[in-house]
């Protein structure tokens, strides 16, 4: 049981390339996230997934797309990257729990640079 | 809307001695709130959680936290630190509204233990 993981680790980037970071879970959990964590600001949600098929709009989410073709994947896309771009990355899941928000399980981080 | 202040940016305390990490929160409904840790270059990892049952909620690691709702306050405590503690916290409150489950973060608390 690996729980969350994400591919790459790190990753640097020059302006206006693009690049996909993967995140999968084996937790079989319906929701799906994707956060960016910068100094003194803690981690704020890009979009995040309620089920295979969906995808929603989180605080952040211009300049990312995502995709969530199959449950256990959720796909994190930069088109064109800006060096405001620079951040930490993280995915996480969940379950989906009536009337109760559950804990979410987060991935180790993606470390990307854009110069 | 939901927020979260944390009170402290920045705490250090001797070995030994007790931890005390401060957070008020703001929702409009019944809350959920949350404690997760982060070590140096590593994802998030839940502490403790409260989810409208027991307001002491005891944690991993010795940590506990008070959920008082009349001080709109869920600090986290531990009795005793130990060095393995140095890490990151984050407060986090979640108001739940099915199909749209998204935590907001506090800024973070970095705790510094002393030999």
């Known amino acids: 049981n690996a729980g969350v993981t994400q591919t790459p680790k790190f990753r640097v980037l020059k302006t206006g390339q693009s690049m996909t970071l993967l995140c999968a879970q084996d937790m079989n959990h319906e929701y799906m996230y994707w956060y960016r964590q910068d100094p003194g600001m803690g981690l704020r949600l890009i979009h995040y997934s309620v089920g295979e098929g969906t995808t929603a709009k989180g605080e952040v989410p211009d300049g990312y797309n995502v995709s969530r073709l199959k449950k256990q994947n959720f796909l994190l896309g930069l088109e064109s990257a800006a060096p405001s771009q620079t951040s930490v990355y993280f995915c996480?899941?969940?379950?989906?729990?009536?009337?109760?928000?559950?804990?979410?399980?987060f991935g180790p981080g993606t470390r990307l640079t854009v110069l | 809307a939901q927020s979260v202040t944390q009170l402290d940016s920045h705490v250090s305390v001797s070995e030994g001695t007790p931890v005390l990490l401060r957070c008020n929160y703001s929702?409009?409904?019944?809350?959920?709130l949350f404690w997760y840790v982060q070590h140096p270059n590593k994802g998030l990892q839940l502490l403790l959680k409260y989810t409208s049952a027991a307001t002491l909620v005891k944690g991993i690691n010795g940590f506990e936290a008070e959920f008082k709702k009349s001080e709109t306050s869920f600090h986290l405590t531990k009795p005793s630190a130990h060095m393995s503690d140095a890490a990151e916290y984050f407060c986090?409150?979640?108001?739940?509204?099915?199909?749209?489950?998204?935590?907001?973060f506090g800024t973070g608390t970095r705790l510094t233990i002393i030999p």
């Open positions: 929702s409009s409904y019944s809350p959920s």
């Open positions: 986090v409150v979640s108001d739940f509204n099915f199909g749209n489950e998204k935590l907001t």
């Open positions: 996480a899941s969940s379950y989906s729990i009536l009337e109760q928000v559950d804990e979410q399980f």
